[in-house]
């Protein structure tokens, strides 16, 4: 077993004003634990964490999106899933071998936003590492403004484990 986890952090921004009673996000929301208890039930999931951007840069909880979407406001959230994993080949059997988590990527495909460049990013940290959701958005920024590195990078270019 390796002394590292691989992170991984996807960022779903919804096109157009965000409401919970969007088909899309009704759909979002009943997928994600379906995908994540399958992930476990696979053994390669170590971990998982769901939250919420808000655009004034606070980190939210899934229920701090409901009082967020209250406020009406025009500019849009950031929803957050972040999962450690026992290994690299385990994330990409997740992404795109997984028939649930495939399903959900091409229904929602068209609903989000990649206008501000990558919507996922994955590094490793030792094992026992809490990791937090804003660790996560600045490892984001880290990739998209500087590119891959072994400090934030994608699926297409991946870095081996430190170990």
């Known amino acids: 077993m390796s ?6 952090m996807n960022v779903v921004r919804p096109i157009g004003a965000f409401s ?3 088909p899309n996000a009704i759909y ?8 994540f ?6 053994g390669d999931l170590l971990w ?12 939210l909880d899934m229920e701090g999106l409901l009082a967020y979407t209250a406020q009406k406001t025009e500019d849009n959230c950031h929803i957050m899933t972040m999962a450690g994993w026992k290994d690299v080949q385990a994330m990409h059997r997740f992404t795109y071998r997984e028939p649930l ?4 990527m091409k229904t929602l495909r068209d609903w989000v936003d990649r206008s ?10 030792p094992r026992g590492t809490r990791v937090s959701l804003d660790d996560a958005w600045k490892k984001l920024v880290l990739l998209r403004g ?7 990078f994608s699926l297409q270019t991946r870095f081996p484990c430190p170990d």
Do not use: C, Y
């Open 37 to 42: 208890a399958q992930a476990r039930q696979d």
């Open 20 to 22: 919970a009673a969007h």
């Open 48 to 59: 998982h964490n769901h939250g919420v951007r808000a655009p004034d840069g606070q980190f």
């Open 28 to 35: 979002f929301f009943q997928q994600l634990p379906k995908v």
């Open 146 to 152: 500087d590119g891959p590195s072994p400090e934030a």
């Open 3 to 8: 002394d590292h986890v691989l992170v991984h």
């Open 101 to 104: 988590h495939i399903n959900g």
């Open 116 to 125: 501000e460049g990558p919507t996922m990013v994955m590094w490793w940290v």
